[in-house]
């Protein structure tokens, strides 16, 4: 079946710009996940929705991040005003409950690119 | 804060070998620690998972341990082979699924 899919793959923003990214997860998965994921770094939590509420956003850097999941499926992440500390890969992973675990499926990511 | 620690940045090792990777922690135990693999420029995909109330987990050629108190997981790869060149991630999941990444172990085997 098909994964997880986030697009666009690539995204230049010059400083200043808004940019939207776009997660779909696996159909049917509950929980979503976004992670930004600096050059050499693993991955950080950034927020977590199950279904169509936002549970945890207590990764997001700044007020200019914002992310929204309204009708419980394809998610988006949003950054106002793109600075170059911004620039970073920005995964995004949806996930099945086995029991209490969560089985996280990685998209490909997103790499911004901010000039 | 929690935070994790991978050992050395890179591990080259000879086909036909044992990797071994590290992954130390500290503050509290989480309820599960996972090892995942990344290689470049595609998202992290799960390998292990290891419960807190487990030592051990094998699955093929790969072996997870689980130290509680001594805070640390050892990721183990029998009979490497080149096509296991990857970066490979712990992570430490707690409730509700939010998870902390270690910055991940580059291994290179070589033939």
């Known amino acids: 079946g098909a994964g997880v899919s986030q697009s666009p793959r690539y995204k230049v923003a010059k400083r200043g710009q808004d940019v939207a990214l776009r997660c779909d997860p696996i159909?049917?998965?509950?929980?979503l996940f976004w992670y930004q994921q600096a050059l050499g770094q693993g991955p950080e939590f950034l927020t977590y929705?199950?279904?169509?509420?936002?549970?945890?956003k207590s990764g997001l850097p700044s007020d200019r991040f914002f992310a929204e999941r309204p009708e419980g499926s394809v998610s988006t992440l949003k950054i106002q005003r793109t600075q170059q500390e911004d620039s970073a890969v920005y995964l995004c992973?949806?996930?099945?409950?086995?029991?209490?675990?969560?089985?996280?499926?990685f998209g490909p990511g997103t790499r911004l690119t901010v000039t | 804060s929690q935070k994790i620690e991978q050992n050395s940045e890179a591990l080259n090792i000879q086909e036909g070998k044992t990797a071994t990777l590290t992954c130390n922690y500290t503050?509290?135990?989480?309820?599960?620690l996972q090892w995942y693999r990344q290689d470049p420029g595609r998202g992290p995909v799960f390998l292990l998972l290891i419960r807190e109330n487990e030592k051990e987990k094998r699955k093929e050629r790969l072996k997870v341990t689980f130290d509680t108190t001594l805070k640390q997981s050892l990721f183990h790869i029998t009979a490497s082979q080149p096509a296991d060149s990857a970066t490979y991630l712990c992570a430490l999941e707690f409730n509700a699924g939010k998870s902390t990444f270690g910055d991940g172990t580059t291994l290179t085997v070589k033939p």
């Open positions: 159909s049917g998965h509950v929980s």
């Open positions: 992973a949806s996930s099945s409950i086995s029991g209490n675990h969560y089985e996280q499926y």
């Open positions: 929705f199950q279904n169509e509420a936002q549970l945890d």
């Open positions: 503050n509290y135990s989480p309820a599960y």
